[in-house]
Nanobody
């Protein structure tokens, strides 16, 4: 299992970024995929997930309405569209793949910094 995040960077408050996670080495379409983030001095926490079967999505309340998670099972890619970014969105963002047996696989993360 190999997950590589990209798309992070520095953006001003109110701006947008799109993160991508390129997956390889496993049956991507069969895995539930998630985005997590870890801010400095804080624990890593869930941002959003998308299921493997019906593409059901879930967002934590602070990002609901601003972020959109999506997947392309043909391209083995997970995305996170982030709009109206705020300073408290600053974190390292990670993608995670969860198998039907409950095994979790993580990418290395991509830094998102929201600052003027």
């Amino acid at each position: 299992v190999h997950l590589v995040e990209s798309g992070g960077g520095l953006v001003q408050p109110g701006g947008s970024l799109t993160l991508s996670c390129a997956a390889s080495g496993f049956a991507f379409s069969r895995y539930q995929m998630s985005w997590y983030r870890q801010a400095p001095g804080k624990e890593r926490g869930l941002v959003a997930f998308i299921t493997s079967d019906d593409g059901h999505t879930y967002y934590i309340p602070p990002v609901k309405g601003r972020f959109t998670i999506s997947r392309d099972n043909e391209k083995n890619t997970l995305s996170l569209q982030m709009n109206s970014l705020r300073s408290d969105d600053t974190a390292v963002y990670y993608c995670k793949a969860r198998s039907s047996e409950g095994y979790d696989y993580w990418g290395q993360g991509t830094q998102v910094t929201v600052s003027s």
